[in-house]
Nanobody, 118 residues
Framework: QVQLVESGGGLVQPGGSLRLSCAAS????????MSWYRQAPGKQRELVAA???????KYADSVKGRFTISRDNAKNTVYLQMNSLKPEDTAVYYC????????????WGKGTLVTVSS
């Protein structure tokens, strides 16, 4: 099993930046594909970005060119750098670990809230 803890959320103005972190423990981090999902009020949870065990990345169309996912296997951490933030990026962001980037895995963090507002 793997435990996931997100951090780095907060309030930011439109056009600003945030970096989310997800620290993993309890298992071999490098063996997992890692993803970030988000859920806005009244909406379904959606994939934001994912990174495979071999560091191949994929992004939702809505964040391409603005967000960057990366991983540091030595630190058991996955990051989400978010630039040019928009109000529609407001959501709870969740970290996920699984075997593939095609679908979410079984392991979720508790989430971190990102609010983009002036």
């Amino acid at each position: 099993q793997v435990q996931l803890v997100e951090s780095g959320g907060g309030l930011v103005q439109p056009g600003g930046s945030l970096r989310l972190s997800c620290a993993a423990s309890g298992s071999i981090f490098s063996a997992y594909a890692m993803s970030w999902y988000r859920q806005a009020p009244g909406k379904q949870r959606e994939l934001v970005a994912a990174i495979s065990r071999g560091s191949v990345t994929k992004y939702a169309d809505s964040v391409k060119g603005r967000f960057t996912i990366s991983r540091d296997n030595a630190k058991n951490t996955v990051y989400l750098q978010m630039n040019s933030l928009k109000p529609e990026d407001t959501a709870v962001y969740y970290c996920n670990a699984g075997s593939t980037v095609v679908a979410p895995g079984n392991y979720w963090g508790k989430g971190t809230l990102v609010t983009v507002s002036s």
